[in-house]
């Protein structure tokens, strides 16, 4: 039988940063949770088990590590990404300390470079504390290139978990909510108050969740997509017919894609679900105009 994991607090935390003399900076986005009682929230909502194999990224001193560990005591396992070579070197002896006898792969990593290659096991899951400067691409990134990851849950700014689970028409839609929703379907999972965190961040924290939907079209490709909601958000105020312009070629050609796709030229972006960008980029595409997928962001 293994051991019970003993989870980190506030003085452990001080205590690790100290001995490592860290000085959390604000470039990485280091704020380390050190409530027992949110880590132990965000693994139940996540939904992990004793056989998946988590995704974590940003370990940082190992206090969402730990909960994950033990919630993946089986044949799991729980990979952890961390850009940081000290902390990264600290995190097997704090697992082996305070989770003895479970299966933790560290891995030194910039998330938003990681490649399958990478990782020592394919994840299912991702949970993590995410640094709130990188959180978006780092999300798409990973859904983009592991396709086995099937269910996701990010703590990250509150205005960012806003716009990831943003509906169309609600105010914090936007290119982030669309692109998410190509990979899956996504919903605002709670607050996390500033008060579990050292150092105590100057924003509110919020959980998002997220599911994959495996509904991605076959016909259009996925840089084709975010092209045009790219251009779109880029002018989120004006019409698409004008926004659309610039990547069109002119505003009459933009109309023409729309009313191509089905979709109102005074529209704005705003307006539109992943499925209606979709119908633009294919339009488009129909007529022989697809975009080159160089130079297109994730």
Known sequence: MTSPVRLLGPADVRGLAAELDLRPTKRLGQNFVHDANTVRRIVRLAGVGP???VLEVGPG???LTLPL???TAGDGAVVAVEIDPALAGRLPATAAERAPGRDLRVVTADALRLA???LPRAPDVLVANLPYNVAVPVVLHLLAVLPGLARGLVMVQSEVAERLAARPGEKAYG????KLAWYADARRAGPVPRAVFWP???VDSGLVAFTRHGRAPTDVERTEVFA???AAFAQRRKSLRAALAGWAG???AAEEVLRAAGVDPGARGEALDVAAFTAIARARRRQGRGVAPDALTP
Not at 175 to 178: E, F, G, I, T
């Open 175 to 178: 290119a982030p909510s669309v």
């Open 228 to 230: 045009v909601v790219d």
């Open 250 to 252: 002119s505003a009459p």
């Open 61 to 63: 001193l190992g206090s």
């Open 200 to 202: 105590v961040p100057g």
């Open 69 to 71: 560990l033990e919630a």
């Open 51 to 53: 056989d998946d194999v």
């Open 116 to 118: 399958p290659d990478d």
